[in-house]
């Protein structure tokens, strides 16, 4: 597999305890990824930033 191309399979999305979006896929050679999105980067009212 030394020249294997991951191919991202999504497999889903769900969301955090901190409100994360988090993106969830897979190759076919089984390697799994997680992405997490921040809470809305573009969200004005952001109470708790510091
Ligand atoms: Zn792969």
Redesign the pocket.
Known sequence: MAD?V??RLSQGLSVSETGELIEHSR???G?TWTKVYEADGGEPEHPTWS
Request: with cysteine; charged share 15%.
């Open positions: 294997h991951h191919v190759c076919r050679c390697a």
